[in-house]
């Protein structure tokens, strides 16, 4: 499936998602000076962040062996709480971009996660500067989608979030290494990325 395209000067991203194999992958295709796409191949075809990630790093034991006990239905509620996330993560992409938060067919689970992020930005009040950014490392050879970049000066006691964030939304039951490393590979991505902070909004029975 061909998702939206982004600009990035003389090319744009594409997003590709391969449904039948649950990877992901991002073109570069090329562009005059009007913005136009120049006919021809891609300048660049780079798998998604987390499609390297999960080949490579290996994952949970406790969900291999949760998985395993619980057999094709354990299997089944796995790829349920992915495509979950996938829903909280459009249905977060829609408010921000202004045009209100389907709530039609979402279990509860997901509204409480909607809501988390909802309570996280009335009091942490973001300066958004891109949502749903494609970006890409020609070094690393990979590409990906963050949820947000956006500016904040929030102090609250000994917290203090202060500047530019690189900031990616998490449904799951805790956030662990391959989140942190995926995160990090889109501040890679950043020119001025010496100037800029990643954080990960853990969206589920707390906010974090």
């Not at 594409?14 to 990877?23: K, L, T």
């Not at 530019?164 to 956030?175: A, C, E, G, L, R």
Request: aromatic share 10%; proline share 4%.
């Amino acid at each position: 499936m061909l998702n939206e395209t982004i600009s990035k000067s003389n090319f744009i991203i594409q997003r590709v998602d391969n449904d039948a194999e649950g990877d992901r992958y991002y073109k570069g295709i090329p562009v005059d000076e009007r913005g136009d796409i120049i006919e021809g191949p891609p300048l660049w075809t780079r798998p998604s962040y987390t499609t390297v990630i999960d080949a490579v790093y290996p994952m949970d034991s406790y969900l291999i062996r949760w998985i395993r006990e619980n057999g094709d239905a354990g299997y089944a509620q796995y790829i349920k709480a992915a495509e979950s996330g996938t829903k909280v993560h459009i249905a977060i992409s829609e408010m921000l971009l202004g045009r209100g938060a389907p709530s039609e067919g979402m279990e509860l689970k997901e509204k409480r996660c909607i809501q988390a992020f909802l309570d996280w930005y009335a009091e942490f009040k973001p300066e958004i500067i891109e949502t749903e950014g494609m970006v890409t490392d020609p070094v690393l050879g990979m590409a990906g989608t963050r949820d947000l970049k956006c500016r904040l000066n929030y102090t609250k006691g000994k917290k203090s979030y202060v500047g530019v964030y690189i900031i990616d939304f998490k449904t799951s039951s805790q956030v662990n290494d391959k989140h942190r490393i995926q995160n990090a590979g889109y501040w890679s991505c950043e020119p001025d990325r010496d100037n800029i902070k990643t954080a990960i909004l853990h969206l589920g029975n707390k906010t974090e």
